[in-house]
């Protein structure tokens, strides 16, 4: 019987051995430091990025406004109609001038062009009236011809800059509105230029 009693407590014991060993631990897998700080930079990173695309938007579109306002604040009523309707002058859009008795582009003339036509492709629903004018020598026909081959030539130009022809129109004036009244050189030097307007419907 002592036997017995003596055999019951030791499996006691052992079982009570057995349920008291060392727990197993918890193994939790940490993301290793350096692949948080990489994630944490890519986020950061497209963060940056998409704020800074959203202010160069605004940046671009205050611009845009701010070009229109100046275009508008440019123009100025002509008495003279156009072809297509009401005409206004614009500072924006500058002269270029001729050598005696020619009609093609020179240069720095082609240099004027292309900032004209640098403006024109921000406003592409704007319209536009090119006139030839001649210097005071050569008969009334003559001027008119030269004229008109004048304004072609600067039309031209402009289409070969991507300018739509339908926003060109062309009329010649020949040495009848001359910018300078003088009887010079200096006024017929002047006076040799196409001229650059706006035409509103």
């Known amino acids: 019987m002592i ?20 727990p197993k631990k918890t193994v939790v897998k940490e993301v290793p430091s350096t692949r948080k700080s990489e994630e944490a930079g890519r986020i950061e990173a497209e963060r940056a990025k998409e704020a800074k695309e959203k202010e160069l938007a605004r940046i671009k579109e205050e611009e845009k406004k701010a070009q229109q306002k100046e275009f508008e604040k440019s123009l100025v009523a002509k008495k003279t109609p156009g072809i297509e309707g009401e005409v206004f002058e614009s500072n924006l859009l500058k002269d270029i001038h001729f050598d005696f008795d020619k009609y093609d582009i020179r240069p720095t003339d082609a240099g004027i062009l292309k900032e004209n036509a640098a403006l024109l492709v921000k406003f592409p629903n704007v319209k536009i009236q090119t006139e030839g004018h001649c210097d005071e020598r050569g008969t009334v026909e003559y001027n008119l011809a030269l004229g008109e081959r004048r304004a072609n030539s600067a039309k031209r130009y402009l289409i070969s800059l991507g300018i739509s022809e339908k926003r060109i129109s062309t009329i010649s004036y020949g040495k009848e509105k001359p910018l300078d009244p003088g009887h010079n050189e200096e006024a017929w030097t002047r006076n040799r230029r196409a001229h650059t307007v706006i035409l509103s419907k």
């Open 3 to 22: 036997k017995k009693s003596f055999s019951i407590l030791i499996l006691i014991l052992c079982i009570g051995l057995i349920m008291t060993g060392c």
